[in-house]
T-cell receptor
Framework: ETGVTQSPTHLIKTRGQQVTLRCSSQ?????VSWYQQALGQGPQFIFQ???????GRGNFPPRFSGLQFPNYSSELNVNALELDDSALYLC???????????????FGPGTRLTVL | AQSVTQPDIHITVSEGASLELRCNYS??????LFWYVQSPGQGLQLLLK??????LVQGIKGFEAEFKRSQSSFNLRKPSVHWSDAAEYFC????????????FGKGTTLSVSS
């Protein structure tokens, strides 16, 4: 069983640029969630994708967008990067059955984004 | 709004000593609660979870947690800490009935001294 993988591991961008982060979900999972973890903070929920549609969103501006593909992998896109976007971005996958809420989320190792 | 508070930013425990990490939550309905651990350069690993039933929950690596509704707490415990337990620990609650989001506390860093 392959776990959640993310690419790239590290990334350096400058203000105003755009970035795409990628996530491959664990085998058999159909849902992907993205979290932002700033230094010294707990992860903050960005959004979740289920069946290729956004299925919940946290308090993040529209320049944070995502995609989920038919193979359940996902992308997080951030436009017009700001210095405060520097953080560890975590992807988590889970298997949602029939609307059950007690689904465990399995996290990837994250992508460290630095915005200069 | 739902929230999770971890009052201790950093705790140091001697190897072999017992450990308790505190977590308080704010949530109107029955909470779904989790404890995750994060080692440097790693993602989050689930230690244990509480959904309902027995208020004492057993997890991996010898950890347990007790849900106390009257105190809105879900403290993590381990009877004997090993040096490999040094890591960041996060308490989290499911934010809504749809179960789409985890709300995390700010974390507690555990150091283990020899």
């Amino acid at each position: 069983e392959t776990g959640v993988t993310q690419s790239p591991t590290h990334l350096i961008k400058t203000r105003g640029q755009q970035v795409t982060l990628r996530c491959s979900s664990q085998s058999g999972h159909n849902t992907v969630s993205w979290y932002q973890q700033a230094l010294g903070q707990g992860p903050q929920f960005i959004f979740q994708y289920y069946r290729e549609e956004e299925n919940g969103r946290g308090n993040f501006p529209p320049r944070f967008s995502g995609l989920q593909f038919p193979n359940y992998s996902s992308e997080l896109n951030v436009n017009a990067l700001e210095l405060d976007d520097s953080a560890l971005y975590l992807c988590a996958s889970s298997l949602v059955r029939g609307g059950a809420v007690n689904n465990e989320q399995f996290f990837g190792p994250g992508t460290r984004l630095t915005v200069l | 709004a739902q929230s999770v508070t971890q009052p201790d930013i950093h705790i140091t425990v001697s190897e072999g000593a017992s450990l308790e990490l505190r977590c308080n939550y704010s949530y109107g309905a029955t909470p779904y609660l989790f404890w995750y651990v994060q080692s440097p350069g790693q993602g989050l690993q689930l230690l244990l979870k509480y959904f309902s039933g027995d208020t004492l929950v057993q997890g991996i690596k010898g950890f347990e947690a007790e849900f106390k509704r009257s105190q809105s707490s879900f403290n993590l415990r381990k009877p004997s800490v090993h040096w490999s337990d040094a890591a960041e620990y996060f308490c989290a609650v499911v934010a809504n009935q749809a179960g789409t989001a985890l709300i995390f506390g700010k974390g507690t860093t555990l150091s283990v001294s020899s």
